[in-house]
């Protein structure tokens, strides 16, 4: 079973930016937060993954409490494109990906 | 690079009927892994190899077989069809077991009446 919780679905505006939370009540200390996403009946894809630190790349950027707790998905200005279903999934090296039911964005015209 | 390819890309089963789903990578990854995908649900893993030669269960392993004798190959065999193994299957690769990526393929939706 998934370790971390995410809401069932969201809508955004395109152009806007879309904030997808996520909690990890369970992390431990080894464990890295990554976000995949899946477009309608493809697989999934990677967006970004992280420690302990905030990070950014081309496609997201993703924030992560201090506590670790939770972390947040961000998507800056959201194109229809990114309608998808989001996953956050905590891991350490060498465990397999768990993948829960995600999160299901749709960005609305 | 053609990525992670899965054939057949739609199937359908009679119960009891045996059948293997292809999935095939030309990255040199040494993890390859299936994972299966009910309706509204996650991906579950089924099985998962860190290595030619090396096979282990996942989540969800019953009435799958895997085997992996190449680097680029890991087929999945489905023994004695159910109906409960009506799903879409993805297999995924990444360079090793710790990689943070792993590249998925294009997935089998699979029907067993």
């Known amino acids: 079973d998934a370790k971390t919780t995410q809401p069932t679905s969201m809508d955004c505006a395109e152009g806007r930016a879309a904030n997808l939370p996520c909690n990890h009540s369970t992390i431990s200390g080894n464990e890295y937060v990554y976000w995949y996403r899946q477009i309608h009946s493809q697989g999934p894809q990677y967006i970004i993954h992280g420690l302990k630190n905030n990070e950014t790349n081309e496609m997201a950027s993703l924030i992560i409490t201090e506590d670790r707790k939770s972390s947040t998905l961000i998507l800056p200005h959201a194109t229809l494109r990114d309608t998808a279903v989001y996953y956050c999934i905590d891991k350490s090296y060498g465990q397999n990906f768990v993948f829960g039911p995600g999160t299901r964005l749709s960005v609305l015209p | 690079n053609a990525g992670v390819t899965q054939t057949p890309k739609f199937q359908v089963l009679k119960t009891g009927q045996s059948m293997t789903l292809q999935c095939a990578q030309d990255?040199?990854?040494?993890?390859m892994s299936w994972y299966r995908q009910d309706p509204g649900m996650g991906l579950r893993l089924i099985h998962y190899s860190v290595g030619a030669g090396i096979t282990d269960q996942g989540e969800v392993p019953n009435g799958y077989n895997v085997s992996r004798s190449t680097t680029e190959d890991f087929p999945l065999r489905l023994l004695s069809a159910a109906p409960s193994q009506t799903s879409v299957y993805f297999c995924?690769?990444?360079?090793?077991?710790?990689?943070?990526?792993?590249?998925f393929g294009p997935g089998t939706r699979l029907t067993v009446t």
């Open positions: 995924a690769s990444s360079y090793s077991w710790a990689s943070r990526e792993q590249y």
């Open positions: 990255m040199n990854h040494e993890y």
